[in-house]
Structures are given as structure tokens and as C-alpha cells.
């Protein structure tokens, strides 16, 4: 738990799950993702309402992804999001849910329930607290819903798996990779004194060049190369690769790129 700047607190979780975000007003909190897990989203909830004595009058989420958004119904407050992401949660049936239970076992004690908004927007929005302007945009990249969040009175911006730190990102079947490399360079453009990543460490926009090469590396492999083995013994020689965390989600990657080919760009 770390306050980057006034009222903006990031919850980092040490062992890679998404981070979660609050900005605490006179008019209220708003958080933004709420992890995977509806207990931890309670506890958030209860350290706001006790330490902080603050209400919390709205959730969001970056985008649709199960780790940042299961987590919603821990929390007693009305959810903001993007049309896009709505249409995801509208076809999250019990089967869905039971799907990801059983990649995460964890979540067999946990009463899953989506959560749906009580106010969209299309394409952009802005949400005022106390005179601070929260602006929402969706831009895709990561996914077809993804949005960025920024809070300009404060530098910040809130990306979510758009950027990570530390981790590999999570390449999925709608991951659009030419859309994404274009939202990070727009980014990069942009003054943000911190950008809050979907996972691992707040960071600035020299982490955006390691995620941007990243990606276009990971295009280029997917052109260029004909086996899954041929792409992780290349892999293996480059550091932006070799030194993240969570090797699995590498492997899945390369998965995912070799099935959908040029589909995914």
C-alpha cells in the first residue's frame, strides 16, 4: 500500500495479481479494480471506511478480465464502466464463473457474483469528486474494452494491463498488438508523473519502452518464426524477457500468438 500522491492510494500485490486503486475525496472513494478476490475488495473497503473515514461512492474497472473485476461484489458501491465492458459482464454466466473457480481454487470459498454498472459511457467520460476531474477513455490494445483512467490535477494515470512492471503482460485471443503499441506511445507522449500498471510497481514512462518492445518483438517472432520452441530459445536471450516474473504467463503467450497468428494484430 502506497499513497503516490495526495488521496491516490495503490495496493500493489507483491505476488503478481492486479493491482487496486483508490482516490479518496471530501465527496467520497472512488476504486478503481478490484482484484480477483471479493474478500480482499471488502478489505480494501473496510481500511478506507475506518482509516480513512471516507465512503465509498464508486467502483470501475479497466477492463472485463475476471482479476480486476470479480472483486466488485465485495464492495458496497455503485460501478462505472465503459458499454464494452458491461457486454462483457452480460455474458459471464454460473458456466463462466465456474471456468475460472477451477483455475483458481482459491476461489471455491469466495461468492462470486458480477457485478453490473449502474451508469456507462461509450467512448470517454469524466467523473468529478471534490472538483478533481477523473477522466475515463477506452482505448483497446490489451483488450477490445480496455480504458485508461487519468487523474490530471495529479499526474497520474491508471493503464491497467495495458502496462506492467516487473511481470509479463497477459497476450489474450482479443488482444489487438498494433492498437496496443499505439495507445503506449500516445502515453508515453502524455506529462504523467506515474503510470499504475495492472500489475507489479507504479512506474514512469521509461517502463512504457520496455513494454512497447515487448510487443513488437513479440510480433515480429510470430512473423518470422515457424515453432513455439524457436521463440522461447530466442526469448530466453533477451532480458525484457528472461527477467520477468511469472514465466507461465511467456508460455501462454507464445500459445496464443502461434494460434491466432495474424488475427491478433
Not at 503482460?169 to 496496443?180: A, G, Q, T, Y
Not at 503506449?184 to 520496455?210: F, P, S
Request: proline share 3%; hydrophobic share 35%.
Amino acid at each position: 500500500m502506497k499513497e503516490i500522491e495526495k488521496g491516490i492510494i495503490v495496493f500493489d500485490n507483491p505476488y503478481g495479481g492486479s493491482n487496486i486503486t483508490t482516490l479518496t475525496t471530501s465527496e467520497g472513494t472512488l476504486i478503481i479494480d478490484s482484484s480477483l478476490f471479493p474478500s480482499k475488495a471488502a478489505e480494501v473497503s473496510l481500511y478506507i471506511k475506518r482509516l480513512l473515514r471516507s465512503e465509498i461512492v464508486w467502483i470501475t474497472n479497466t477492463h472485463y478480465h475476471p482479476d480486476h473485476t470479480f472483486g466488485n461484489s465485495g464492495i458496497k458501491a455503485q460501478l462505472l464502466t465503459s458499454e464494452k465492458t458491461e457486454k462483457y459482464f452480460s455474458i459471464m454466466n454460473r458456466r463462466y464463473i465456474d471456468q475460472v473457480i477451477e483455475k483458481e481454487a482459491a476461489l471455491e470459498e469466495e461468492n462470486i457474483k458480477v457485478v453490473h454498472p449502474a451508469l456507462t459511457f461509450k467512448k470517454e467520460y469524466t467523473l468529478t469528486l471534490d472538483n478533481i476531474n477523473v477522466e475515463f477513455e477506452v482505448v483497446g490494445g490489451h483488450t477490445p474494452d480496455s480504458t485508461i483512467i487519468r487523474i490530471p490535477e495529479r499526474k497520474v494515470i491508471i493503464v491497467g494491463d495495458l502496462l506492467v512492471c516487473e511481470y509479463h503482460p497477459e497476450i489474450v485471443s482479443d488482444s489487438n498488438l498494433d492498437r496496443w503499441i499505439k495507445v503506449l506511445k500516445g502515453l508515453k507522449r502524455e506529462k504523467a508523473k506515474w503510470y499504475v500498471t495492472g500489475h507489479g510497481k507504479v512506474c514512469n514512462r521509461l517502463e512504457i519502452d520496455r513494454m512497447i518492445s515487448y510487443l513488437q518483438k513479440s510480433i515480429a517472432l510470430r512473423e518470422y518464426m515457424s515453432s513455439a520452441d524457436e521463440i522461447v530459445e530466442t526469448l530466453g536471450q533477451d532480458p525484457n524477457f528472461r527477467d520477468r516474473k511469472m514465466q507461465s504467463l511467456l508460455v501462454e503467450n507464445i500459445r496464443v500468438l502461434m494460434e491466432t497468428g495474424k488475427q491478433i494484430s
